[in-house]
């Protein structure tokens, strides 16, 4: 017999001798799961987007409200309001128009709740109707500005005018931004943009034009009624 040949027995012994590797589990059988089951995937509570616009918005509501702090010091150091020589300022037709703000807010929630029920038609229909709001709002208060600055009420008239347009004009200028920004929203939904499953634009929009809104509603009683 030749050195080096194995039978064919001993090829079975050697085999007998060699350990079974385990199967190969498919992803989950490890824990009794199926075969394929993968764990559910965990929406955030708030997504990124939400969370940097309330970011945002936070900044917003500190800047706001230095402007404010600066303001009432001034107003509240003051024996008389308004300083002798300087025009009052108009609160009928700022209530009126406080009233317009408000009513745009309803609009927007109106809005935002039938893109969410699938209505298309509510959805243009909400947003065109805060966006008209929102720029009759602009052109009352530039109309009120018009007709201080002839009453002698400028930036240039002491603290009281620079305060009070600074402070005010800042307002405006949110709420200008807002409005063209409704107006794009406004847009896009008019071409099927959005949907029920796809709407946080809305929603980022919305919470801004509620921001500009509740900010009036702090401004306007601290500046106009005090």
């Known amino acids: 017999m030749v050195q080096g040949i ?42 990124n987007a939400v969370l940097g616009m309330l970011m945002f918005l936070a900044f917003e509501t500190m800047f706001f409200a230095g402007l404010l702090g600066a303001f009432l010091v001034f107003r509240l150091s003051s024996t008389s309001w308004p300083p002798p020589g300087e025009p009052y300022l108009p609160i009928g037709v700022t209530w009126f128009n406080t009233g317009i703000l408000v009513a745009s807010a309803y609009s927007m929630r109106r809005a935002h709740r039938a893109i969410r029920d699938g209505s298309q038609a509510g959805l243009v ?35 009281y005018g620079a305060t009070f347009y600074t402070l005010i ?40 034009w509620m921001f500009v809104v509740g900010l009036w509603l702090v401004l306007f009683p601290s500046v106009y009624l005090m």
């Open 6 to 47: 194995v039978t064919a027995p001993a090829l079975e012994e050697v085999a007998l001798q060699v350990p079974e590797m385990p199967p190969i589990l498919p992803p989950g059988s490890d824990n009794g799961d199926p075969p394929g089951w993968q764990p559910p995937r965990r929406e955030p509570v708030v997504s």
């Open 125 to 159: 229909h909400g947003l065109g109707l805060t966006a008209l709001l929102g720029t009759t709002f602009l052109a009352v208060q530039g109309s009120e500005w018009i007709r201080l600055a002839h009453h002698g009420l400028t930036l240039q008239s002491g603290t």
């Open 169 to 208: 004009g800042c307002h405006g200028v949110h709420v200008l931004a807002a409005v063209l920004w409704l107006a794009t929203v406004w847009v896009l939904a008019a071409r099927g943009w959005f949907s029920r499953e796809w709407h946080g634009g809305i929603q980022l929009c919305k919470m801004y």
